[in-house]
């Protein structure tokens, strides 16, 4: 008895007191420390450039924010041919803020994109990706990649006019690559047409398959992030620079931008409610003025410059494999970029990226313009 | 040497008249290559217009119609009225003539069974073939219309009796000012069917069942409709219409008063738009002409008027109220699509005036109304809650401001703890 007694007594020294805080019996199960310890530990360097730092953050808000409200449309969304386009219209026009939610989300979705492009570009030009950040920079660029597939895939999801053409045109692309192109196209597409079937399909690609793999890509990327460090660029890289601890001093500062993002997103959706248009109807003709999402507009006028044919090959099929080419040597660069990684400069490939962003803006300001005998 | 010249120019002639070219008429024939070959305005056409004919491409020759021997190369042995020989049909021969075919059901039935032969005793009971049986040769015959040796099918748009050309083929008479003046006819008939609704169907809108002179005259048996028979005549193709005059009090005032159904109010060939301000007390009244001021029928008109400007009234206001907030970025389809039956409403609610019957035309401007109205209350919820996104969102960011006061203030005492 007095065993029992002695043990249960050792045992109660061993258990939190019962008077100690809920806090602290999680801490003891859950050991936090060492998280704490990280972020603490974890610091920014202060430099001319350090508000390049602020785009990750930024984009990694925006993304939440997406995957925050797209739960909530899922709540409501029906994703079939002859309910989709009634169950957004049920949203914006009688779900209590339904109208709020998806306008974030449509607006969110292409401030999200913007801010993983300034991001890259920012990245880029500071040469973040050099040695031993190329991992850093890959899984960057994939994300990117899954970013815009974000994009092509929600577009349809609301199956209006615009949204069913412009998937057409947009899934006819794959479709240029020799062999394998039209069978790439009907996997899309479900079949030889956009159809129900299509939009079943870019549902399960938008909210389960590219979301899985983002989150996986992202743990990457953050995991590489927090374990190398942030960059310093090269230009200031030999200075003796400062630090600031990234909590409390960056992530206060990095809130101060969500906050205002979060006050452009609530303005843009209070005056400019995002447009649900017209219901998709495939057996009308493609209104005049179809054009994807604008951060796929400068592949889609480039596609249209080209000839039918150049030497023997359709001009679409060239331009395919163009952008194909392009996509491996900008996921490529920190490996091609030898300058970088030996701590030099490489103007040559700045004036490369810079020819390509004006290339990129001018294509897309030119797909911008009304087609010729529209109604202004 | 020149018959073979004039056969080759026949032979191009049919080549040059397409892929479609119709064979050439059966057997020898001699007719066309002298007739091809004669420097004659009055002979040469004919000929080189039949090779494109529906009766060549049916294998008749020009003695079907001419007699004579086609296969004789003096021209003596050709015209021979022992053979046969008739030459040219006068005017007064053409009906009785075509009608040898065409109203000989065994004969028609071998060329297409479903053709009608009635063509010949319709003619008979029409103005022009009345006239023509009182001797009146200016009157329009088969050929006229169809054409002699260049006879096209109905269906071939270059057919002068295609819909989109019978008007004008009608007008080649009734537009001769002489020759109406002495049939006391009117000749601005074309004129004034080129401002009507039913002219711009066809030649705007590409509308081919829009009607045309025969459809209300009738072709073969071509006739003024009788007063009595207005109703009917329109009602072929307005048949609600038609229905609802016969069952109005107007059906039997009419009738009284011989007055056209239809056309005392609607005009017969300037069919201009309906518009309700035929129900008005003014310019374009319509009512008043029989309708003294302050009968029953002047009100009952006015009341009509009055319902159907509501509803027009109110379902316009509704659009530009919803289209203004669609504008604004808000999402009013469903109740804009829903508006629609308000226009429907207004469609029937103008059909029932037909009945001269206000309380009919009241009911159906009563369910528009309510569509309309409820359109209206929509956009000014709508209104109401744009109101509100705004307040909330000022009120909203003014909280986000403070928040980021705040989150300043914080910052600033941080680095001026770590210098």
């Known amino acids: ?376 | 040497m020149k018959h073979v010249g004039a056969t080759l120019l026949a032979l191009g002639l049919a080549a040059a008249a397409g892929a479609q070219s119709p064979p050439a008429p059966s057997g020898a024939s001699t007719c066309i290559d002298c007739h091809v070959a004669l420097d004659d305005s009055r002979i040469s056409p004919p000929a080189k217009a039949f090779p494109g004919d529906v009766h060549a491409r049916a294998g008749l020759t020009c003695a079907s119609c001419h007699g004579g021997d086609p296969k004789a190369e003096d021209q003596d042995a050709a015209h021979d009225a022992r053979k046969g020989f008739r030459g040219k049909p006068s005017p007064g021969q053409i009906p009785s003539l075509c009608g040898d075919c065409h109203a000989d059901a065994a004969r028609m039935r071998q060329f297409d069974p479903k053709l009608r032969v009635d063509q010949l005793s319709e003619y008979r009971t029409s103005g022009h073939g009345k006239a023509l049986a009182k001797g009146d040769t200016a009157v329009a015959t088969c050929a006229s219309c169809h054409g002699a040796h260049g006879v096209l099918p109905v269906k071939d748009s270059r057919s002068p009796v295609h819909p989109t050309r019978v008007a004008q083929t009608c007008n080649r008479c009734h537009g001769d000012a002489a020759l109406m003046t002495a049939h006391k006819l009117p000749s601005d008939v074309y004129a004034k069917y080129t401002r009507s609704v039913h002219f711009e169907a066809l030649t705007k809108k590409g509308d081919l069942s829009a009607p045309v002179c025969n459809s209300c005259h009738g072709n073969h048996g071509a006739a003024p409709p009788q007063v009595g028979s207005v109703a009917n005549v329109c009602g072929t193709c307005h048949a609600t219409f038609a229905e609802q005059f016969r069952a109005s009090p107007h059906q039997n005032a009419f009738a009284e008063l011989g007055l056209p159904g239809c056309v005392t109010c609607h005009e017969n060939h300037e069919i201009g738009h309906p518009v309700d301000a035929f129900l008005s007390d003014g310019a374009q009244s319509k009512c008043t002409s029989c309708h003294e001021a302050g009968s029953a029928g002047a009100r009952a008109a006015a009341q009509m008027y009055d319902d159907l400007q509501e509803l027009e009234r109110e379902t316009r206001e509704a659009r530009l109220a919803l289209r203004h907030e669609a504008e604004a970025g808000m999402e009013v389809s469903k109740v804009e699509f829903e508006l629609a039956r308000a226009d429907e409403a207004l469609t029937k609610a103008r059909a029932d005036v037909h009945l001269a019957q206000p309380a009919v035309v009241r009911r159906a401007t009563a369910e528009g109304l309510e569509i309309a109205r409820t359109g209206k209350a929509a956009a000014a919820r709508v209104r109401g809650e744009r109101a509100f996104r705004r307040k909330g969102l000022f009120l909203s960011l003014g909280l986000i401001f403070v928040a980021i006061t705040a989150l300043v203030a914080k910052i600033r005492t941080l680095d001026r703890r770590h210098g």
Do not use: C
């Not at chain 1, 310890?37 to 430099?47: E, F, N, Q």
């Not at chain 1, 020799?178 to 069978?183: Q, R, T, V």
């Not at chain 1, 030099?344 to 004036?351: L, Q, T």
């Open chain 1, 1 to 376: 008895m007095s065993e029992a007694t002695g043990s249960s007594s050792a045992e109660s020294e061993r258990r939190p007191a019962p008077h100690a805080s809920v806090l602290d019996w999680a801490r003891d199960r859950i050991g936090w420390e060492d998280f704490a310890h990280l972020a603490t530990k974890k610091t920014v360097p202060i430099h001319r450039y350090t508000v390049f730092y602020y785009l990750g953050g930024m984009a990694l808000f925006l993304f939440l924010v997406q995957v925050v409200t797209g739960i909530l449309l899922l709540l409501y969304y029906r994703p079939s041919a002859s309910e989709a386009f009634e169950s957004v219209q049920y949203v914006m026009a009688e779900v209590p803020f339904g109208w709020l939610i998806r306008s974030i989300h449509s607006w969110g979705a292409n401030l999200f994109v913007a801010v993983v492009f300034l991001h890259l570009i920012s990245t880029f030009f500071l040469k973040a990706y050099r040695a031993p950040r190329e991992m850093t920079w890959i899984s960057g660029a994939i994300l990117l990649f899954l970013t815009m597939g974000f994009g092509f895939s929600g577009y349809l999801l609301p199956w209006n006019t615009l949204s069913y053409f412009a998937t057409k045109v947009g899934t006819d692309v794959p479709a240029q690559i020799p062999g394998i192109g039209p069978l790439l196209s009907r996997i899309l597409r479900g079949g030889s047409d956009v159809t129900g079937a299509t939009l079943s399909r870019f549902y399960g690609i938008h909210v389960a398959i590219l979301p899985a793999v983002t989150t996986l890509v992202l743990g990457v990327h953050l995991f590489l992030v927090q374990k190398q460090g942030m960059s310093v660029p090269l230009l200031v890289e030999k200075k003796n620079g400062r630090s600031m601890p990234f909590v409390p001093d960056f992530l206060l500062r990095d809130m101060v931008g969500w906050l205002t993002a979060v006050g452009l997103l609530a303005a843009l959706s209070a005056f400019f409610p995002w447009e649900l248009g017209r219901k998709a109807d495939p057996f009308s003709p493609a209104p005049a003025g179809i054009r994807p999402e604008w951060y796929f507009l400068w592949m889609f006028q480039g596609l249209k410059y080209l000839p039918a044919e150049i030497a023997g090959v359709p001009g679409e099929t060239l331009g395919v494999f163009f952008f194909g080419a392009l996509a491996l040597v900008f996921l490529a660069v920190p490996l091609l970029d030898r300058k970088s990684s030996a701590g030099r400069a490489s103007p040559w490939w700045n004036r490369l990226a810079i020819v390509a962003i004006l290339g990129a803006a001018l294509l897309t300001v030119l797909a911008f313009r009304p087609p010729p005998g529209a109604h202004r």
